[in-house]
């Protein structure tokens, strides 16, 4: 009699689960645990202010971008003149850290030949080694190439303000890059000002091609997200994040607007995915990033709204997982902005406002 209890109530615990429950069990997607003690405590007496964006490279370091401008009176107190604390100094704004989480590069700020951000955001690093950054500021319409030390190689664009999604010769506040290294092409999620994608040389900057919501010519009118209504026909700001795949597939971050939208390269539209579409004020879908297995199976949806990381089946964008939650805990989230997998399912998340800090979560193992 116990047993058939059992079996009924878990029988009606399936069916009100219904097809949501049926796809997280087609594929168990992996468990991850937060690292308390990643990274290393920080040289220097630095201390990190918003971290907006990270990425991994080919031999798993991880680099981080974030906004020493950000930084309250208290928490630089040691750089103040006078001091007015013991700590801390801000670091500078890229680092990369090894596997361990140890410093092993730090650079960037104003210098000769390239403009710097007012606030800078996003980080990539191709597969020749260069560094991208993007930034948000109010007239950021640049980005920047470096080298792994920091020497300057090429901008794109230059600083401005505004929106103006059909202009090919500056950016509007560009978020996030990806670059495709066989048509030696950048990829730019451009971003908080326009309402783009914008494609150009990666060695020269030319530009190549752009497009807007399901393909078209972007335009810059403001349509406001209304979960009860058809989703707008134009990416709404800020254009997040821009996400290359190896089956040439392109993934944005439509991030207010709640959704993910894919093209082929030629700005082609594929298809189109609501999360968690309730969901108002800051949106859903802040950043993807594709598991490392042979078939990119999966995609990890950072929300910084929620405050919590999902875990996406890449064929058909059904939620498999989630972990995380709002707080300020290890392993809970303040507005998680990016995040990163390194090649052993590794997970790397960033956080702005006033979270200013990276975190790791490590796949675990099976109970």
């Known amino acids: 009699m116990r047993a058939a209890c059992i079996l009924l109530a878990l029988v009606s615990w399936l069916l009100a689960a219904g097809p949501m429950l049926a796809g997280a069990m087609a594929a168990e997607p992996p468990r991850m645990q937060v690292d308390p003690f990643w990274p290393k405590p920080l040289p220097h007496n630095w201390i990190l202010g918003q971290v907006s964006g990270v990425a991994v490279d080919a031999a798993d370091n991880v680099w981080i971008i974030q906004r020493p401008g950000s930084l309250t009176p208290d928490e630089k107190g040691a750089a103040l003149h006078p001091p007015r604390s013991i700590c801390c100094v801000p670091a500078p704004p890229v680092i990369q850290f090894d596997p361990a989480g140890n410093v092993l590069r730090a650079w960037g700020g104003p210098g000769k030949g390239y403009d710097w951000f007012q606030s800078e955001h996003g980080i990539y ?6 560094v991208w950054l993007g930034g948000n500021g109010t007239n950021d319409g640049q980005l920047l190439k470096f080298t792994r030390d920091g020497a300057f190689v090429l901008q794109v664009g230059h600083p401005a303000s505004g929106a103006a999604s059909n202009n090919v010769t500056r950016l509007g506040r560009p978020a996030d890059v990806a670059v495709d290294p066989v048509a030696n092409e950048v990829y730019v999620a451009d971003g908080y000002a326009n309402r783009r994608i914008i494609v150009f040389d990666a060695n020269t900057g030319a530009y190549k091609r752009h497009w807007g919501a399901y393909g078209g010519r972007p335009a810059d009118i403001a ?18 994040c821009v996400k290359l795949a190896k089956d040439g597939l392109v993934y944005v971050c439509d991030r207010q607007n709640d959704r993910i939208q894919i093209f082929r390269k030629d700005g082609s539209f594929v298809a189109e995915w609501r999360i968690a579409p309730q969901t108002l004020g800051e949106g859903s879908v802040w950043d993807l ?20 990381v999902r875990v996406l089946r890449r064929a058909d964008g059904m939620l498999l997982g989630a972990f995380g939650r709002s707080g300020r805990q290890a392993g809970q989230f303040h507005w998680v902005h990016n995040l990163a ?3 052993h399912g590794n997970v790397f998340t960033t956080e702005v406002d006033s979270g200013k800090r990276v975190q790791r979560f490590t796949p675990a193992a099976a109970p």
Request: charged share 20%; aromatic share 10%.
């Open 125 to 130: 690093l191709d597969p020749n080694g260069f």
């Open 223 to 240: 349509q406001p997200y209304d979960p009860r209504k058809p989703p707008p026909r134009q990416f709404g700001t800020p254009v997040h």
């Open 289 to 308: 990033a594709l598991w490392p297995d042979a078939g990119q199976s999966l995609l990890f949806n950072a929300d910084g709204e929620n405050n919590q």
């Open 341 to 343: 997998i390194d090649s």
